[in-house]
């Protein structure tokens, strides 16, 4: 039975290598069940004068590998609800600066345009003289490209700066409750495996599972609002 248990965890750890090489940061699964492997090995040890029997270490591993489960599913989420607020509030700013960004467009084709024009011509005199020509009429054009693309893109550098570093806080603090709730889970296990706690039974053990997690009642996505998304780029 206390081998079904570590050939149990073992197969987690496997899997959560796997896991590790997804964009989520799944280190601290890792070395918290590296953490518990070692317990297990050392309980396997003791079995003789152990203070609990085999079937009550499976059922400290059942309740530990779901409750790990859990843990790591709300911090998947809250994870990709840094990323995805991020990318929204980029895209709005994109969204924002669609003026600008037509009125360079429009710019460009007009002065491609006129440059074009000058390649009908096979006189070199008359082709220099046309491309002369163009350049001093669409200088105004040049100019006003120039400034509007360097103010647009200085703006939008803040702004995707500021996305980035709230997004870097929301990520790190979401890595940080995981971190605190794996070692809760880990604490719950030892007590286990010493026979100074147990698993509930039946449907408690879900609800009990929930409630050691200390989830916030909101992803910490949400409560970081991101303020960039009041800026209007083209002001």
């Known amino acids: 039975m206390a081998t079904k248990s570590l050939l149990s965890l073992l197969l987690a750890t496997i899997v959560s290598s796997a896991l590790a090489q997804s964009p989520v940061d799944w280190q601290p699964l890792l070395d918290q069940q590296n953490l518990a492997l070692r317990q297990v090995v050392q309980t396997m040890q003791m ?3 152990a203070a609990v029997g085999a079937e009550e ?7 530990y590998l779901d409750n790990q489960t859990a843990i790591n599913e709300v911090y998947y989420k809250e994870y990709n609800d840094c990323k ?6 980029k895209k709005l700013l994109s969204e924002q600066s669609a003026l600008e960004r037509q009125d360079l467009l429009d710019d460009g084709h007009s002065l491609c345009s006129s440059l074009a024009a000058c390649e009908k011509i096979s006189d070199g005199l008359e082709f220099f003289q046309c491309y002369n020509k163009a350049s001093d009429d669409n200088s105004p054009k040049l100019f006003n490209m120039s400034v509007t693309s360097e103010r647009v893109a200085n703006k939008l550098t803040i702004s995707y700066q500021t996305i980035n570093d709230t997004e870097r806080v929301c990520t790190t603090n979401a890595r940080v409750k995981n971190v605190n709730d794996l070692s809760v889970s880990r604490a719950y296990l030892n007590d286990c495996l010493i026979g100074e706690w147990s698993p509930p039974e039946g ?3 879900s609800n009990e599972s929930r409630m050691l997690l200390k989830q916030d009642p909101e992803p910490i996505a949400r409560m970081l ?6 800026l209007i780029v083209g002001a």
């Not at 270490?57 to 309740?63: H, N, R, Y």
């Not at 995805?84 to 509030?89: D, E, G, I, L, P």
Request: aromatic content about 12%.
């Open 84 to 89: 995805n607020t991020a990318t929204a509030a």
């Open 225 to 230: 609002a991101f303020k960039n998304n009041r």
């Open 203 to 205: 449907a408690d053990q």
């Open 47 to 49: 079995t003789r004068g």
């Open 57 to 63: 270490t499976d059922a400290c591993f059942d309740w």
